[in-house]
C-alpha cells in the first residue's frame, strides 16, 4: 500500500468528517449509521454508507421500510461534499456507494464548482469529463472518456445541468475542415458560472433533489431560476422577487399540473401565483422560513 493511497484516503475522510459526516473505522455495529472509506490499488477511494451496519444498499423485506431511500441519500450526500472539492466519480453508482478520483493538485475555484455540477446532476453512466481553465477566465469540457456519446454526453445531459445550475453555457463547434458545423460536430462547451443570484440557484438545486427524492422522472420538465421583477404580481412589493425563484414544470405524462405542490408546501417552502400564472404553471417559489 503506497503513502499516496493512504494519504488519499485520508483526505477522503477528512473531508467527510469537515462536513460532520461520521466516518467508521473498524468492526460495524449493527445499529451503526455512517461512511467506511475503503482504498483502492489503482489511488481511488470507495465511499460506502453504512446504514445500520450495512455498507451495501439495502433491498428485500428483511430490512426496515425506508432504509433504501435512507441510503441513496447518504450516498448523494457523500457525493456532494465531494465533487464540492472537486473530486470525481472513477465508477457509476453501485450497490456499496461510489468510488472517487482526488484532482491531481489543486483546482481554480470555477473547475471544482464546474466539477460539483456535473458530478451533482449532469455525469451520464457512460462518459467522463475533462474540466480545464480557459485563459479567457472561462471552463472548458470535454468528453475525456467512457462510451463514445460525445454530442450525448454534452448537450444531453451537461448541457441542462449547467443551464440548471445558472451557468452561461456556449456550445463550440469544430469542422475538422470538413465545413461542418451542425451539432454532431460539437467538441466542447465553454461556460461561465452565474456570478449573481448565488443563493437563489443554491436554492434551486436543494429544491429539485427534494422533487427527485419523492417522484420519479422528474428531469428537466421543471425548470427554475431567480426570480426578476417582471415575473411578480403587479402588486408585488419592491424588492419582492430578491431570494425567491420561479418554478414553473411544463408538463409530463407521469405527473398532473399540480403534482409537486403538496410536497413542497409539507417541506415548508412557499408558493405563490406569479405574473403570469396562467401560462404552463408558473409559481413563485419561497425558501423554508428561518
Known amino acids: 500500500m503506497s503513502s499516496q493511497q493512504t494519504s488519499t484516503a485520508e483526505l477522503a475522510r477528512q473531508i467527510l468528517s469537515a462536513a460532520s459526516l461520521p466516518v467508521i473505522d473498524g468492526e460495524l455495529s449493527k445499529d451503526c449509521c455512517g461512511y467506511r472509506v475503503t482504498e483502492q490499488h489503482d489511488g481511488t477511494v470507495q465511499v460506502s454508507p453504512v446504514l445500520d451496519g ?28 465531494l465533487s464540492a472539492e472537486g473530486w470525481e ?33 449532469g455525469r451520464p453512466g457512460y462518459a467522463r469529463f475533462d474540466v480545464s481553465l480557459l485563459d479567457s477566465g472561462a471552463v472548458n469540457i470535454n468528453v475525456a472518456g467512457g462510451y463514445n456519446c460525445r454530442q450525448l454526453s454534452l448537450s ?46 443554491a436554492l434551486a438545486h436543494t429544491v429539485r433533489r427534494l422533487l427527485q427524492a419523492n417522484h420519479r422522472n422528474v428531469r428537466w420538465d421543471v425548470h427554475m431560476a431567480p426570480a426578476l421583477p417582471d415575473h411578480m404580481p403587479e402588486d408585488a412589493a419592491p424588492g419582492a422577487h430578491l431570494g425567491a425563484l420561479l418554478f414553473q414544470f411544463s408538463g409530463h405524462a407521469v405527473h398532473h399540473a ?31 422560513a428561518g
Not at 91 to 116: I, Y
Request: no cysteine; charged share 25%.
Open 156 to 201: 444531453d445531459v451537461a448541457s441542462p445541468a449547467l443551464h440548471a445550475a445558472g451557468f452561461d453555457v456556449e456550445t463550440v463547434h469544430e469542422d475538422n475542415g470538413t465545413g461542418r458545423s451542425d451539432w454532431h460536430t460539437a467538441h466542447h462547451l465553454v461556460v461561465r458560472p452565474p456570478v449573481e443570484r448565488r443563493a437563489e440557484w
Open 89 to 121: 466519480r472513477a465508477d457509476v453508482d453501485g450497490w456499496d456507494g461510489n468510488v472517487f478520483r482526488a484532482p491531481a493538485g489543486p483546482l481554480h475555484p470555477l473547475v471544482k464548482e464546474t466539477v460539483h455540477v456535473l458530478e451533482r446532476d
Open 54 to 81: 450495512h455498507t451495501t444498499a439495502p433491498h428485500g423485506t428483511q430490512f426496515r421500510a425506508g432504509a433504501l431511500t435512507e441510503w441513496q441519500n447518504m450516498n448523494r450526500t457523500a457525493l456532494d461534499v
Open 258 to 288: 399540480w403534482a409537486f405542490d403538496s410536497t413542497l408546501r409539507d417541506a415548508g417552502y412557499v408558493l405563490s401565483p406569479s405574473r403570469h400564472k396562467w401560462w404552463r404553471h408558473m409559481r413563485i417559489l419561497r425558501p423554508v
